[in-house]
């Protein structure tokens, strides 16, 4: 696509309850990056993908939290069992492998969890 | 351990007043990156420029110019001439040069220009 695509755009979940949050990169962007911004806060790094490698996990918060990427291409994060600090948007962002010329972040995913 | 930080929480100004954005980093590595970012309500993170650690030079771009130190880890933004469509957070960040290019980012400042 000619942008990185997030959905849903609003998530309102009960506490407790599991939610799944999608992006989109741009097409032939092999690296791919999750992000937190919480209320007041920057942003914080939670995942990187790069192609087939192992992706680096080392800012997830907790275990209660994963992504996957599928065929180098779509990224799912999964925020299990959900509690009230976890209410942040969830931004992703894509990068062409080649250099970091900056990354192209989607609008994001703005978690309520009540 | 690297550290960005935007010391400005919020800033208002007049239209057409000038403004600058405070970015004050912190690293021991002696090639990064750095950059600023724009987040206009709608939410989307606008890149707005790079800037390689061994380039020092300042860069002007239309309003915007960019003013990177090294002696004092400074990578401030200003914008002259602002107008209410500059109204926005803006994110300094500083990449990690590792490979992954993951980035550090402030903690923003927010730009209100009033009409």
């Known amino acids: 696509g000619a942008g990185v695509s997030q959905s849903p755009s609003n998530k309102v979940t009960e506490k407790g309850k599991d939610v799944e949050l999608r992006c989109d990169p741009i097409?032939?962007?092999?690296?791919l990056y999750w992000y937190r911004q919480s209320l007041g806060q920057g942003l914080e790094f939670l995942i990187y993908f790069q192609g087939n490698s192992a992706p680096d996990k080392s800012g997830l918060p907790s275990d209660r939290f994963s992504a996957e990427r599928t065929g180098g291409s779509v990224s799912t994060l999964t925020i299990q069992r959900t509690q009230q600090e976890d209410s942040a948007v969830y931004l992703c962002?894509?990068?062409?492998?080649?250099?970091?010329?900056?990354?192209?972040f989607g609008s994001g995913t703005r978690l309520t969890v009540v | 351990a690297q550290k960005v930080t935007q010391a400005q929480t919020e800033i208002s100004v007049v239209e057409k007043e000038d403004v600058t954005l405070d970015c004050v980093y912190e690293t021991r590595d002696t090639t990064y990156y750095l950059f600023w970012y724009k987040q206009p309500p709608s939410g989307e993170l606008v890149f707005l420029i790079r800037r390689n650690s061994f380039d020092e030079q300042n860069e002007i771009s239309g309003r915007y110019s960019w003013n990177f130190q090294k002696s004092t880890s400074s990578f401030n933004f200003t914008i002259t001439a602002s107008q209410v469509v500059d109204s926005a957070v803006y994110f300094c960040?500083?990449?990690?040069?590792?490979?992954?290019?993951?980035?550090?980012f402030g903690t923003g400042t927010r730009l209100k220009v009033l009409a």
């Open positions: 097409s032939g962007h092999t690296a």
């Open positions: 960040a500083l990449s990690d040069p590792s490979g992954t290019y993951k980035y550090i």
């Open positions: 962002a894509s990068r062409s492998g080649t250099d970091d010329y900056g990354y192209t």
